[in-house]
């Protein structure tokens, strides 16, 4: 497998100036450069800069995908549109998770690393799909960066004795940003699972939040009104709701688990996971078989047309169709007991369409082929 890697990163809050292009072109002369997005992928070679340095400078979010198994996400925020001291706990050091300050902002790293190959374009990871992450954030919400610690303790950064984070609620109710989270960098769903059994629901009784509105004194809501007027593009409904919640706990009144019981509620979901799947697979196999069966009993109705048409695909070279209609006559005479008639008539038609190699070559592969 050839060496591939793939780097996207995305200007979200201010569209890059033609200075800033100019030097993003000096490092790349064949990435796709506009006003909101970098993108380049590479067969040998690398970027000649540092995503983290790019990030820090230009943009806002990044994603970064490796053949070899590393899968990359980073988002950078404005300090002032997040609640910094909400999101320190859920970052405790190591490779996998962290949180740094940089000059007016706070980036956030992510990081997963696999020695299994990869060469499969779902894997390589949407920022489209991953950048509402950095609004969530934004917003207060708090499940990304949970998420981003259960990333840590999968990559064995944390200690078994180590104790949860506050546990914010939603975590069974995850957006479709913090499902493709979960599916980019591998973190194991059995955890997040296991987690989630100590998340509160996410309410949808929005009342405090109106509350805590009206309460507000005429001379906040005024610094309100004046910040939107200032910024004319912040989501003001956002960043109103990140206030709000960080005047309540936001979490689960439950017990906080340590990473230890976390990895045993785990590997007990992990088995009732994997026992209904099997279950699922075997009712999945019965309900295929028995229409195969079904399917069987009629081509037994009319065997000599079916060789008939066998034969006939054979001369139009419609090989697929050949061998799957081959197949099915095969396992009929198996189930019928008739294996040597099956052999007898297959080999009067190798003798006929001798010169149709296509098929002949295809079907020495039919035991090994799925259905």
């Known amino acids: 497998m050839s060496e591939y890697q793939c780097y996207e990163f995305l200007a979200l809050d201010r569209p890059l100036t033609v200075k800033q292009m100019a030097e993003l072109r000096a490092i790349s002369t064949r ?10 992928e590479y067969q040998w070679g690398d970027l000649k800069a540092d995503p983290a340095k790019l990030m820090e400078r230009f943009f806002d979010a ?3 995908f490796a053949n070899w198994g590393t899968h990359r996400l980073m988002l950078r925020m404005p300090k002032a549109r997040v609640e910094l001291k909400a999101l320190k706990p859920f970052f405790v050091g190591g490779h996998a998770a ?29 920022l489209a799909a991953l950048s509402p992450l950095r609004a969530e954030l934004m917003r207060g919400d708090l499940r990304p960066a949970y998420l981003a610690w259960l990333l840590a303790v999968g990559a064995g ?18 957006t479709a940003a913090q499902e493709a989270l979960v599916a980019y960098l591998r973190i194991d769903v059995d955890l997040v699972a296991a987690a989630a059994s100590g998340s509160s629901a996410v309410t949808e009784d929005n009342a405090p939040f109106r509350r ?13 009104l004046t910040r939107a007027a200032d910024e004319p593009d912040l989501g003001l409904g956002g960043e109103l709701l990140r206030a709000f919640q960080a005047t309540t706990k936001g979490e689960s009144s439950g017990v906080r688990r340590t990473v230890g019981e976390l990895r045993t509620l785990a590997e007990t979901q992990r088995a009732e996971r994997e026992k209904a799947e099997a279950v699922r697979a075997k009712k999945t196999r ?24 066998l034969e006939k695909f054979v001369e139009t070279s419609s090989y697929d169709e050949a061998v799957k209609l081959a197949r099915d006559l095969r396992d009929l005479a198996t189930r019928d007991g008739t294996a040597a008639g099956f052999a007898q008539h297959f080999e009067a ?7 149709r190699r296509g098929f002949f070559d295809r079907w020495k592969h039919a035991d090994v082929d799925p259905r």
Do not use: C
């Not at 019965?286 to 008939?308: F, N, S, Y």
């Not at 038609?349 to 010169?355: G, M, N, S």
């Open 286 to 309: 019965a309900a295929a078989d028995a229409v195969h069966q079904r399917h069987l009993t009629t081509l037994a109705d009319d065997l000599a047309g079916a060789w008939a048409k």
């Open 62 to 64: 990044h994603v970064y």
């Open 349 to 355: 038609l190798r003798k006929r369409q001798i010169r």
């Open 31 to 40: 990435a796709e450069i506009s006003p909101t997005r970098f993108w380049n």
């Open 157 to 174: 950064d944390v200690d078994d004795e180590a104790v949860e984070p506050p546990v914010p609620s939603g975590l069974a109710e995850l």
């Open 212 to 224: 805590w509105l009206k309460a507000l004194s005429g001379r906040e809501k005024d610094a309100w």
């Open 98 to 126: 962290r949180l740094t300050s940089v000059g007016e902002y706070v980036l956030l790293d992510l990081g997963s690393d696999t020695e299994e190959p990869e060469d499969d374009e779902q894997s390589h990871g949407s």
